[in-house]
């Protein structure tokens, strides 16, 4: 899931979400760009809530917001991605798939990604819906990313955690707002920032905006009748999993 999803998970899933927790949810789809494996990053909770424990117990927070994140133990984005019941994969992917066609079309993407991008796109239709619903949660997102002492804390943990500079952390950290089009979500911008991802990752230079733009609105109208269930079902289930984090 996306940045604003996350957030809302924390909310349901812990008393409440502090700008450490807020920076932890972001964390493993940003550990990439800090040189971290996208997959380490996903299952590292455990660990890192262990090394705060022990070492920087200030900063457990931020390790719960990894935790709700993450594929191990079953956290949000296990459910998403990874495995839901009658489904190959994720409730994303397996709901990306009949939409594989249309975005072919408006995208230009080869074969062999319209899967995962798709499912990205019911993600992204997912940041739609709910910052309609809860449109201060992006503010608050943005919020945290300026909070110093969470910033700060954030990264020398990840630093003695993970091996890297905080100052490359904090570099990653502070372009969320442009990855994820924070400053204003709307179908349009976040298919800009696809189009840019398209281009810069993968050589697609020929991406539909407008089209895209398009295809989100159709996939979050799509979403609105059924989407906000799946959410409760799947906090309900990753709460339950970190009960003992909590």
Known sequence: MFPIVHYY???FIFPQVSSLMALGGLFPDLAAGMGIQRDDAHQMGDALYQFCINQQPQAVDFARGVLSHGVNPQGVDYYA???WPGCDKGWCFEEGKRWMAALAKV?????NLLWWKSHNFIEIGFELLIDEAQPEIK???IAALANRPAMEQA???????CGISPEAA???FLQTPNIFALQQVTPFTLAEKQAAAFALRHNVGNADVSGMAQLLQQIRDDLRPRGHDYLQQVFALVKHNLQRYA
């Not at 995208?107 to 074969?111: A, F, N, Y």
């Not at 990264?155 to 955690?161: R, Y």
């Open 9 to 11: 998970a924390n909310r």
């Open 170 to 172: 904090e570099k990653v």
């Open 81 to 83: 991605d990874e495995s």
């Open 107 to 111: 995208s230009h993407l080869p074969d």
């Open 155 to 161: 990264c020398n943990l990840i630093a003695s955690f």
């Open 139 to 141: 503010r608050q997102i």
